[in-house]
């Protein structure tokens, strides 16, 4: 994309027409309701301005008593209308503001929901959260803000304007002769400020990135007695967000003096002009301080629709960065009508698949093999072989660059992603677990699972006992990321969750790397009656778990260099006897180094 394009796409009438369209439209009812009592506002405030004539003239010049309390009680019921319509209007923008940000919030949240794992991986989580936070709330004080600011301020003004001009048509165009001066000033100080906010989101993004990730890392920090580094890293970030807005915070502030000193201005000649036709008689000094008073009381209108520009940019910024991730595409989509998955057994077949994460590097280069149906077939080999790979691109996490995935012939990039994520479970090394009840972190395998069902899958992942052990058993909470637990407790509550998710296509992904011996086995004998009738791809470090498989597949550099049953393969003696005399030897505590040199050339 060019940058003039990004320069159209950015301009203020485009992002602000986009806003409307997409946000504020939806609640035009309120916001009209809003205008109404708006411009009762207006009304009464220029009402009260024109009060101010009866009150010199007739109250203070004439003294007539007759209109004391006439005057008085006319003061009392606009000044109580006008608040009425003041706490209405406000409270209706309020709502349509804060309504408008609530929709904007989900509906990036689900568009996020949406978006492929590579999006993620190249993405901070902070920067994801500060659009959530920061730009949001920039955008919702841009609503509601420019929403009053165009309605009751302007409305206001033009009452205002209108007193004035029916009092004094003249005096009212000699007093406005500052104002326009104010414009092309006051425009150069929105744009330079909506600049500035961007820089600032961008930086409180890297903030929270930070921090998050100090956090989580807490334990290494701690560790490696790094503390003095990770404090000079946030006052650098919190020293450039102190920059930024305290730039932004004098740009918008420039706009003060202007208007304080062209308000000045206008007052004194005003004040000369106007005095001098009420000494010479041809206005009356009621005229002169009704006009006067609407002078007064349109000036803090006027400031505010002076500073709404800045407050309008500011939420733009926040609209441009929320808009830009809005508009990013997902990579996995749909093909359009596509049907629905049907498993009638689960058999996979890549055929000659391709695959880059960068587009530079093949992690899998032409690989193809077959996975029967109601099979255990299990994935080794070295690290970086290309084994998580294989993993990945089943469930369409990421998508083939050349060939075909199949389950039972059809391929995925063919079916809606829905139905063929609902027929496949998946057991990852990285275990994910919300800061939510132990009952809740299983019950992601099944939503709708009862609590027999869940208990159920927590015994045959050999979880049960520990779980019942807990102060609040399956209402425990897991803490974040489930610090709480231990690794092995961890991995065999996402095992549960697959148990519970009885899928026919069951993806392990070295599911039980982060088990003790005692756990290993339990977790095997019951892997072993989950996997029965079910396709089941194993990908493992220990080939002692793996020694059952119906099928071993040897991956090398993204390539199928050995297939066969366990006791075949070592009668080959290829690299799958090589990688099992090592881990052999390991185990027995016997080996030296030599037997590594083999595996090695593997990588």
């Known amino acids: 994309m060019s940058d003039k394009k990004i320069a159209l796409d950015h301009s203020t009438w485009v992002l602000a027409r986009r806003l409307l369209r997409e946000g504020v439209r939806p609640y035009v009812g309120r916001i009209l309701l809003a205008f109404v ?81 590579q999006f993620f991986h190249d993405t901070t989580t902070g920067r994801l959260v500060s659009r959530f936070t920061n730009d949001a ?8 803000n420019s929403l009053a600011g165009l309605g009751r301020d302007s409305l206001t003004v033009i009452c205002l304007v209108g007193v004035m001009f029916y009092q004094d048509w003249l005096l009212a165009l000699v007093s406005f002769f500052a104002f326009p001066a104010a414009i092309q000033p006051i425009i150069r100080l929105g744009r ?32 490696y007695g790094v503390e ?37 201005l206008a007052i004194a000649v005003v004040i000369v002009y106007g005095g001098s036709r009420v000494i010479s008689g041809l206005t009356t000094p009621g005229a002169f301080f009704s006009f006067m008073t609407a002078l007064l009381m349109a000036y803090q209108p006027v400031k505010n629709l002076a500073t709404l520009n800045a407050t309008l940019q500011e939420g733009l910024a926040g ?10 595409d997902p990579t996995i989509v749909e093909t359009q009508g596509a049907p629905d998955l049907v498993v009638r057994g689960g058999a996979v077949r890549f055929e000659n698949v391709v695959f880059s994460y960068d587009g530079s590097s093949d992690a899998l280069d032409h690989i193809g093999f077959d996975v029967p149906a109601g099979r255990k077939v299990a994935i080794v080999g070295a690290s970086g072989a290309g084994k998580t790979s294989i993993i990945n691109l089943i469930p369409r996490f990421y998508d083939v660059n050349e060939g075909r995935i199949l389950i039972d012939g059809q391929d995925v990039r063919a079916v809606t992603l829905a ?6 479970a998946l057991v990852s090394q990285e275990v994910t677990l919300f800061d939510d009840t132990v009952r809740a972190n299983i019950a992601y395998g099944k939503l709708d699972a009862s609590d027999a069902e869940i208990e159920t899958a ?56 982060a088990l003790d011996t005692e756990s290993e086995r339990q977790v095997q004998s019951a892997l072993e009656v989950l996997m029965r009738g079910r396709t089941t791809i194993v ?65």
């Open 37 to 117: 009592c708006m411009a009762v506002v207006a009304g009464t405030s220029a009402l009260l301005a024109a009060l101010m004539k009866p009150v010199v003239d007739q109250v203070f010049v004439r003294r007539e008593a007759a209109m004391l309390w006439p005057v008085a009680a006319a003061v009392v019921i606009t000044s109580l209308v006008k608040g009425l319509a003041s706490y209405l209007q406000s409270s209706l923008l309020a709502w349509v503001g804060l309504r408008i940000i609530a929709d904007m919030q989900n509906r990036l949240f689900r568009h996020l929901l949406r978006m492929d794992l």
């Open 137 to 144: 709330g920039l955008m919702r004080a841009a609503v509601s």
């Open 192 to 223: 330079r400020l909506r600049q500035v906010t961007v820089n600032t989101q961008e930086h409180l993004g890297l903030f929270t990135t930070l921090l998050e990730q100090t956090f989580q890392g807490m334990r290494v920090v701690k560790g």
């Open 228 to 264: 003095t580094y990770e404090s000079g890293r946030i006052a650098g970030i919190t020293e450039k967000v102190f920059r930024l807005v305290f730039k932004s915070n004098r740009v918008r502030a420039s706009s003060g003096p202007i208007m304080e000193t062209l308000g000045g």
């Open 319 to 328: 609209a441009q960065r929320l808009f830009d991730l809005l508009d990013i």
């Open 419 to 424: 139905s063929l994520r609902s027929h496949i």
């Open 458 to 513: 927590a015994r045959h992942a050999a979880a049960h006992e520990f779980i019942s052990a807990l102060p609040n058993g399956y209402a425990t909470q897991v803490g974040e990321h489930g610090v709480k637990f231990s690794g092995g407790q961890r991995q065999r509550l996402a095992i549960a969750r697959a148990m519970l998710r009885n899928a026919p296509i069951l993806l392990l992904d070295e599911a039980t790397s």
């Open 539 to 603: 990908v493992a470090h220990r080939l002692s778990t793996i020694v059952d498989a119906d099928l071993i597949h040897v991956i090398d550099r993204g390539r199928v260099i050995e297939s066969g049953r366990h006791a075949e393969l070592l009668a080959r003696g290829g690299a799958y006897a090589r990688l099992h005399a090592v881990q052999s030897a390991e185990e027995d505590g016997s080996g030296d180094s030599t037997p590594l040199r083999p595996v090695q050339a593997m990588a």
